[in-house]
């Protein structure tokens, strides 16, 4: 009976009354945002660190670069002799070059004191950049193989006329053209500061640094 009193005497519940014993059912947690934009001073720190990788080449090295290359162009111009009398407006590119061509010419063993200079004094020199020395052994690894040709014309010996005589003349011909290619696009690297690869010689030239 005392039971029956007490369940007699207890209220029943209403929507009021749950909604009051329940004071966080209602409550809607906000949400988090999946995206998060970055600060201004995580922008900065970027930009900071963009600015010091970007490292340009000194003008100093891309000079010096750029003057290595004269030295197998130089000795490939006995190469162009075919060339300049089959084609003699050919001559007219190779004009502002002649007062340079004529003080190195000029110079007694010209061509193995300024092997040796870009070699010893360069190439071998640590204290060039990475940059500077793989163009100087690029240039001395190609005006070591502009010798190989006029060993094997004075080997082979192939005369005036002929078939051997048409092959030395494609074969000095292609010397020519290639080494005008290599000095061209070398020197235009060097100056813009960009690494010229060129080819059959890059590789050579990097086992060597």
């Known amino acids: 009976m005392a039971f029956i009193s007490i369940l007699r005497l207890s209220p029943t519940p209403t929507p009021k009354t749950l909604s009051k014993s329940r ?3 209602s409550f809607n947690p906000p949400l988090t945002p999946f995206l998060k934009f970055p600060s201004k001073t995580h922008l900065s720190q970027q930009s900071t660190v963009t600015r010091m990788s970007y490292n340009p080449t000194p003008a100093t090295d891309r000079l010096v670069s750029a003057v290595s290359y004269t030295l197998p162009f130089f000795n490939s111009l006995q190469y162009g002799r075919f060339l300049f009398t089959k084609y003699p407006s ?3 590119l190779v004009d502002p070059v002649i007062p340079l061509l004529s003080l190195y010419r000029s110079i007694p063993y010209a061509s193995f004191v300024a092997f040796f200079a870009l070699y010893l004094g360069v190439v071998r ?4 950049s990475q940059f ?3 163009n100087a052994m690029q240039a001395v690894t190609l005006d070591v193989l502009l010798v190989v040709p006029l060993l094997l014309t004075r080997i082979l010996n192939p ?3 002929g078939l051997g005589f048409k092959l030395m003349v494609w074969g000095h011909n292609a010397v020519f053209l290639f080494s005008c290619f290599c000095f061209v696009y070398g020197l235009v ?3 813009l500061g960009k690494t010229p690869r060129l080819p059959f010689i890059a590789e050579a030239a990097g086992r060597q640094i």
């Open 125 to 128: 020199n640590p204290s060039f």
């Open 132 to 134: 500077v020395r793989f």
């Open 23 to 25: 004071p966080f059912s």
């Open 189 to 191: 690297s060097s100056i």
């Open 159 to 161: 005369g005036r006329a």
């Open 90 to 92: 050919l001559a007219l």
